[in-house]
């Protein structure tokens, strides 16, 4: 075999590489040295340390609020307002709005959520979706107002729309495509474009 690494080409050995003598150390020895050196280079964290405690981002603003009854309507179900609720108190940190289109391809492909260069886990995409028709009633709208059962709960700011990818998003968030899958269901009933926006207020 030609070029074969370390017989007919050379070998390049790693740089600070770890190295873990295992005839010398038993199992429990190994595994905290690749342990201890996995949380000095940022691959894991220690969840025994405390975090820090994400703040609602509810900001009651009365000309927010007032303004928001002169902006275009989207109403939203009832699964949608427990995102909102999700994303508004903090649980969906760093998230601060509804997914944009490169959000939900890492989300989707490798389950993260990059922010400011900093890397969070996010398995479930969380996003806004709305019919061709609407999209194109808000084709010119700077704002748009979500509502529920004729109650403004928040503000999308400079709206972007892109592709709702149903069948991507189901197979990919639940490892198989079956619309008989309950929230397959509910993601195959959505409509066709997902909306983001340049921020969210919520009010």
């Not at 509810?58 to 275009?72: C, E, G, K, L, W």
């Not at 400079?158 to 149903?166: G, Q, S, T």
Request: glycine share 4%.
């Amino acid at each position: 075999m030609k070029n074969f690494t370390g017989v007919s080409a050379p070998y390049d050995a790693p740089v600070d590489a770890l190295n873990i003598d295992t005839g010398k150390m038993n199992l429990d020895e190994c595994m905290r040295i690749l342990q201890a050196d996995m949380f000095k280079n940022g691959c894991i964290k220690n969840n025994a340390k405390p975090r820090p405690v994400v703040s609602t981002l509810v900001d009651i603003n009365a000309q927010r609020t007032s303004a928001a009854t002169t902006y275009p309507s989207l109403e939203i179900d009832e699964m949608q307002v427990q995102f909102l609720q999700t994303i508004g108190e903090g649980w969906a940190n760093p998230l601060k709005r509804f997914m944009n289109e490169m959000e939900l391809l890492e989300c989707m492909n490798k389950k993260t959520l990059t922010v400011d260069g900093k890397v969070h886990l996010m398995s479930v995409p969380i996003t806004q979706h709305c019919t061709t028709e609407q999209k194109e009633s808000f084709k010119d709208a700077e704002n748009i107002t979500l509502t529920y059962k004729g109650k403004n709960l928040a503000i999308i700011n400079k709206p972007v729309f892109f592709a709702n990818r149903k069948e991507e998003i189901c197979t990919r968030t639940f490892g198989c495509f079956e619309q008989n899958h309950p929230y397959a269901e509910r993601i195959m009933a959505q409509g066709d474009w997902l909306v983001s926006g340049e921020s969210m207020h919520f009010i």
